[in-house]
Every structure is written in C-alpha cells, then in structure tokens.
C-alpha cells in the first residue's frame, strides 16, 4: 500500500506559476512511477505528466509542454509538478497516482492515488 498526499494548489492569476507537491508514505518510493493527472469540471480526467522511479525518464501532454516541470526526491518520499504561465484552461483538480514499477502513463496503469489539489487560474 502506498499513501498519496497532494498539496500545493490554489488560485492564481494567468501567466502564474504554483508548485504541487505529492508526498508518499508506506512503501520504499523509488519503487514507483508516478504521474500526476487532472480532471476539469465536465471533463474526462488526463494524464498531465508521469515521470519513472529514478526520474530518468518524463512524459507530458502536449498542452503542458515548455510550461510544467515534473521532478521527484525519492529521498524526502515526494514528486513535484511545478506549473509556469498558468492558463485559465489549466483549471482542474490535480491528482498524483503510483504503479509499482519502472514508468506508466496511462491512468488506468496506476493503482494509488490522492484525493487531489484543486488549482484555478483566472483570466
């Protein structure tokens, strides 16, 4: 079992950056891949952006690309999203997930998940 706990949203104007952090608990982490996810009000939930158990290797969705930054500190149990020139579509509840293993990115892949960080970026 493995224990996920995002913090780090809030409200932020456009053009703004906010860090989220995922912290794991009950498990060795560097075990497992994780990725964060959101899902926005009336749509399906997205993969974000997953990263591998060492970090060597990243994934993330187009609409991200050159504006968020996925990291990991197997040391302090702890993966960050860091999130620049927030849009107004960036709006979502953002969810950490882990799968025992090497890399995923799917969300169907993972087995562990947060409760979620709800970020909102006003125009």
Do not use: H
């Given at each position: 079992?493995v ?15 906010l860090?989220?952090?995922c ?8 075990d497992?891949?994780?990725?964060w ?14 990263i591998s158990r ?5 994934f993330?969705t ?13 040391a ?7 999130m ?40």
């Amino acid at each position: 079992q493995v224990q996920l706990v995002e913090s780090g949203g809030g409200l932020v104007q456009a053009g703004g950056s906010l860090r989220l952090s995922c912290v794991a608990s009950g498990r060795t982490f560097s075990d497992y891949a994780v990725g964060w996810f959101r899902r926005a009000p009336g749509k399906e939930r997205e993969v974000v952006a997953t990263i591998s158990r060492l970090g060597g290797r990243t994934f993330y969705t187009d609409s991200v690309k050159g504006r968020f930054t996925i990291s990991r500190d197997n040391a302090k149990n702890t993966v960050y999203l860091q999130m620049n020139n927030l849009k107004p579509e960036d709006t979502a509840v953002y969810y950490c997930a882990a799968k025992s293993g090497f890399y995923y990115i799917e969300a169907k892949s993972y087995d562990y998940w947060g409760q979620g960080t709800q970020v909102t970026v006003s125009s």
